[in-house]
């Protein structure tokens, strides 16, 4: 299959890569043309916009940083909509905005263009090994057509509902990781506060109900305080803030995300947007004192 893919950065490089391996043409377009680089020698054409990368694919893939970002790759001055033929899908695998997902789909519907907002889970590991989690919204019809090339790309493809499901099982996503991160921060540093070991505290809540990935991974880099990014705070932040922004449209009280999302801003304004966000642990030591 023909394939557009926009947003080679840390997970969309590996994603496009894996869509290479299975056979698919694939013309990528990124902002910076050396983040392209890596996708052109293992055999991509690189386009010199979206709109060009649109041009020649049934199904073009965008993974941006925020919802401006691809407001601007599909609407903007030579975006997709400029390039792309009838009948061509745009499946988003950004997280943005639930709301605004909803209406990029009918925008496009209007040009006789399709959308999926496919947010992923799993990390750079995931994307690199082809085992995301894929979280679709959209028509039915039109995922079956794309899950060949989600399943290039993730082993978890789950078609959750109409457009921008997707991203609402993404916030749900986020709201569940950043709530536990904060707990097992705060157990570690409980833990050290009443001179037990927290290495071994971790240990023996592994076993029981406590234990879980989040333990598993975060817990392991809060001990080593080792925050080399899996998933950067500033990113972490940002779906923060989409869940917080979308759970004030519909007067939904989520005060656990609340709070976890105050903490990531303060580590933004400790600076912190390039840690990992089991950083997090930083911001409650430092209340505790430490």
Do not use: W
Request: hydrophobic share 45%.
């Amino acid at each position: 299959m023909n394939v557009g893919f926009i947003g080679p950065g840390i997970m969309g490089s590996p994603m496009a890569q894996n869509l290479i391996k299975a056979g698919h043409v694939v013309s990528v377009y990124a902002r910076r043309p050396d983040a392209a680089k890596p996708l052109v020698d293992v055999g991509a054409v690189f386009c010199a916009s979206p709109a060009e990368a649109a041009m020649h694919a049934d199904v073009i893939f965008t993974i941006v940083s925020d919802t401006p970002d691809v407001e601007q790759v599909i609407f903007g001055e030579r975006g997709i909509v400029e390039g792309a033929k009838p009948g061509t899908v745009i499946v988003d695998m950004s997280t943005i905005s639930p709301t605004s997902t909803k209406q990029f789909a009918e925008r496009l519907e209007k040009k006789g263009l399709e959308m999926m907002d496919a947010p992923v889970s799993g990390g750079e590991t995931g994307a690199i090994n082809g085992t995301l989690s894929i979280m679709a919204g959209g028509k039915m019809e039109v995922f079956e057509r794309v899950k060949p090339l989600f399943e290039c790309m993730g082993k978890n493809i789950v078609h959750v509902g109409g457009n921008g499901a997707g991203q609402v099982a993404k916030a749900c996503n986020q709201i569940v990781v950043a709530v536990t991160i904060e707990a097992v921060a705060e157990a570690l540093t409980f833990a050290r506060r009443n001179g037990a070991d927290p290495g071994k505290v971790r240990e023996a809540l592994m076993g029981g109900f406590a234990g879980s990935r989040i333990m598993e991974v975060h817990g392991k880099r809060m001990l080593d305080n080792d925050f080399r990014p899996g998933f950067k705070v500033g990113l972490h932040q940002k779906d923060m803030r989409i869940v917080m922004e979308t759970a004030h449209q519909l007067g939904v009280a989520l005060p656990a995300a609340a709070l976890v999302a105050q903490h990531l801003n303060a580590l933004m304004g400790m600076h912190d947007a390039e840690l990992d966000s089991s950083a997090i642990v930083k911001v409650i030591e430092r209340m505790s004192g430490e």
